[in-house]
């Protein structure tokens, strides 16, 4: 057939159901829009004098029932993290031992593979990462859709403030992606708890003197003087020990140090005395005594 002619449909009010086209060209499937006569134009070139043979082919689709197609949930599992709290034996506070429990459930509508992990993460108000248990394992079988299961962790908070203000403890289930869930962005809960900062020992150190405070000579005894008190809110409740150490500011040389235990339970000011002998010739000036505790 010619290339040059073409072929058109009009519907009922002589509009293009679809535009001029070679003959060439097949047409996909229509749908008619209106009920009435629709025209079939055969259009050639004002030019052409040959005959144009041609033929067609009419397939009929026969009007069938629409399918639904559900293109928002797929069947599967979904694990979610339901119900959890978090408890302590005593005062909820920094170094305290903290129990976790939540609940995993099974919101889908297919059971579970036999096995996944659960993750506990715990942050303090700046967001610092203070607490990362080992991940908690689940191994009893699948999980039925609509059916939860009880899972427990315990953590240690660390001491001090590190641990103290707005805590929040986040549980993620199937960290590991091991079940093929229907949606995988909803396996976390947090939950966020007020923990108070414990008390503490704290000891401090003042009231340095050296005696004779000058005119240090070679293998002479100089006598150092401090004051240790607790400035904490509990007592220290162990041996702690206090470290005396002189040194040469021209040499950087450290010409005595010794370290000195002080025992427990000394929750007020205390008061002591160290003599520091034989201190070398070529060290004595100029020196300084520090005096530190732990």
Known sequence: MNGSTTWRLLDPYARD??????????????TLQFDGDYTLLIEGQVGQTNATPYRFT?????????????????????????DALVSATGPLQSGALVTVTW???????????????????VRNAPNQIIATPPLVPYDLGPLAPGASVTRTATVQ?????SAAGILSFSITTDINNEVAEQDELDNTQTVTVASAL??????????????????????STVTVHWRVDNA???APGQTWSETVQVRNLSTSQTVYAQTF??????????????????????SINPASAARRSR
């Open 157 to 161: 908070l660390p001491d001090g403030p």
């Open 17 to 30: 159901v679809f535009t001029a086209r070679s003959l060439n060209a097949d047409i996909d499937v229509q």
């Open 103 to 121: 609940k995993d459930t099974n919101t889908g509508n297919r059971d579970t593979e036999s096995s996944w992990s659960d993750r506990l993460i």
């Open 232 to 234: 904490g809110t509990r």
């Open 261 to 282: 235990a002080h025992a427990a339970g000394s929750d007020g000011a205390t008061l002591a005395m160290v003599k520091v002998r034989q201190i070398r010739p070529n």
């Open 58 to 82: 009419v397939y009929p689709v026969p009007n069938t029932a629409p399918i639904p197609i559900d293109l928002e949930g797929r069947p599967g599992p979904d694990l979610q993290v339901i």
């Open 198 to 219: 414990a008390p503490y020992p704290d000891l401090v150190a003042s009231g340095l003197t050296i005696d004779p405070p000058a005119a240090w000579s070679p293998g």
